[in-house]
């Protein structure tokens, strides 16, 4: 029911930063709430941040609090992810995910929709 399409990765220097946006189509409720996780080879998919239609809730992982700001513009069904003072833990897949109910900010099982993710690399 809902497509979702990440853009904005690529590769920058540690310190840097990128802008990830996530763009949505189909159908969109005004009470989802819109995330950002990322996922690295051998490892689990993590939450990264979070933000409800209202935009005046918003979760951070603590390994991204005061550099990462998520942020959406529901008028343009789009949410970004903007990405400052990056470090090279910080290199993953990130996708964008969207769910009408969601039980935990953290829990992937709870989004409903996904993108197909965009790479992010940040060198040393």
């Known amino acids: 029911q809902v497509q979702l399409v990440e853009s904005g990765g690529g590769l920058v220097q540690a310190g840097g930063s990128l802008r990830l946006s996530c763009a949505a189509s189909?159908?969109?409720?005004?009470?989802?709430?819109m995330a950002w996780f990322r996922q690295v080879p051998g490892k689990e998919r993590e939450f990264v941040a979070g933000?409800?239609?209202?935009?005046?809730?918003?979760r951070y992982a603590d390994s991204v609090k005061g550099r990462f700001i998520i942020s959406r513009d529901n008028a343009k069904n789009t949410v970004t992810l903007q990405m400052n003072i990056l470090k090279p833990e910080d290199t993953a897949v990130y996708y964008c995910?969207?769910?009408?109910?969601?039980?935990?900010?953290?829990?992937?099982?709870?989004?409903?929709?996904w993108g197909q993710g965009t790479q992010v690399t940040v060198s040393s």
């Open positions: 995910a969207s769910g009408r109910t969601v039980p935990s900010w953290e829990g992937p099982t709870g989004y409903e929709y």
């Open positions: 189909g159908r969109t409720y005004r009470s989802s709430v």
């Open positions: 933000i409800t239609w209202s935009g005046d809730v918003t």
